[in-house]
């Protein structure tokens, strides 16, 4: 009984906006509950490509977020009266599958969703060249399989690159992360238990790198301008390492075979092709074989 009173006190010193007796002290301890520091990113890695049916395509992990992105487009815009003669129309669409929080989610989209595919949408169609395919539509989906906190900042930066796999001309790639406040530490990318504290602030934001252009900034909570003074360069930071590992991604994807890059070496210098002795030897083995089975077919 005296449990479960203790709970309920809890609770209410949670709703009321004092902290818990049993949150942890950040600045005492100088690391999170998940052992980072404060201004350090959980581990991201994305893959490009992952779908084929799909014009461009990329899988993000970042933290225990796990999130699927596939691009549609440029195409024609139906029906015709969301056509725009000057620019292609964004449509992005942002949905969390049932699974993907402890609490079973409802299958059919919520506000919070209508709200998500709106401002993502928005911060993408400043990153491409829309001008450039009038009277078409470019469509994104994205799809939250597993989340835990900044799912919107983490489906941004795998749609940015699914545009790129696509192919589709962008100024830059839309890096993103959340800022905020937590146990009354200022500090960068939160996860569930920061983003349910009870001094909570989480303030996703999105920039272009190379022109530190912001193109998505919300606030869910209260700060005093000389902590959102401090944000801003941790934010800056934390974005530019995020574009890091999109470009890597990326890389990896379109990275030229070692025949490709010595070929296009000798060509801008140009000079005569020299053949790589490992692609020699296997075009040597390929003519061994066809001749091996021309000798069987005489037999």
């Known amino acids: 009984m005296q449990k479960q009173?203790?709970?309920?006190?809890?609770?209410?010193?949670?709703?009321?906006?004092?902290?818990?007796?049993?949150?942890?002290?950040?600045?005492?301890?100088?690391?999170?509950?998940?052992?980072?520091?404060?201004?350090?990113?959980?581990?991201?890695?994305?893959?490009?490509?992952?779908l084929p049916n799909a014009d461009g395509s990329a899988?993000?992990?970042?933290?225990?977020?796990?999130?699927?992105?596939?691009?549609?487009?440029?195409?024609?815009?139906?029906?015709?009266?969301?056509?725009?003669?000057?620019?292609?129309?964004?449509?992005?669409?942002?949905?969390?599958?049932?699974?993907?929080?402890?609490?079973?989610?409802?299958?059919?989209?919520?506000?919070?969703?209508?709200?998500?595919?709106?401002?993502?949408?928005?911060?993408?169609?400043?990153?491409i060249f829309t001008e450039q395919f009038p009277n078409t539509e470019i469509s994104v989906i994205v799809e939250v399989v597993d989340s835990n906190a900044g799912s919107r900042v983490a489906c941004l930066t795998a749609a940015s690159c699914a545009l790129a796999d696509a192919g589709i001309p962008m100024r830059d790639l839309v890096c993103a992360t959340g800022i905020g406040k937590a146990f009354n530490e200022l500090i960068v990318d939160l996860n569930k238990e920061e983003e349910d504290a009870s001094d909570a602030v989480d303030i996703p934001i999105a920039i272009l790198p190379?022109?530190?252009?912001?193109?998505?900034?919300?606030?869910?909570?209260?700060?005093?301008?000389?902590?959102?003074?401090?944000?801003?360069?941790?934010?800056?930071?934390?974005?530019?390492?995020?574009?890091?590992?999109q470009k890597k991604a990326l890389q990896d994807k379109f990275k030229l075979s070692e025949v490709s890059e010595a070929n296009v070496e000798a060509n801008v210098a140009g000079k005569e092709v020299k053949e790589v002795p490992a692609a020699k030897e296997k075009v040597e083995s390929k003519k061994d074989n066809k001749e091996s089975k021309a000798k069987k077919v005489k037999k």
């Open 59 to 127: 899988y993000l992990e970042w933290g225990q977020n796990k999130v699927y992105a596939a691009v549609f487009g440029p195409r024609e815009a139906l029906p015709k009266h969301t056509q725009n003669p000057y620019k292609t129309v964004v449509k992005l669409n942002y949905r969390m599958a049932t699974f993907s929080v402890p609490e079973r989610k409802q299958p059919r989209p919520n506000r919070r969703d209508f709200e998500i595919s709106k401002v993502l949408s928005e911060a993408l169609d400043r990153a």
């Open 5 to 50: 009173i203790k709970e309920i006190m809890f609770k209410v010193n949670d709703m009321s906006g004092k902290q818990r007796d049993d949150a942890p002290d950040y600045k005492k301890e100088k690391k999170r509950v998940d052992g980072r520091k404060m201004d350090e990113l959980r581990p991201i890695s994305i893959k490009v490509g992952v």
């Open 210 to 245: 190379n022109s530190e252009e912001i193109v998505l900034l919300q606030m869910d909570g209260l700060l005093k301008k000389e902590e959102l003074d401090k944000l801003m360069p941790m934010a800056m930071k934390a974005c530019k390492q995020v574009y890091e590992v």
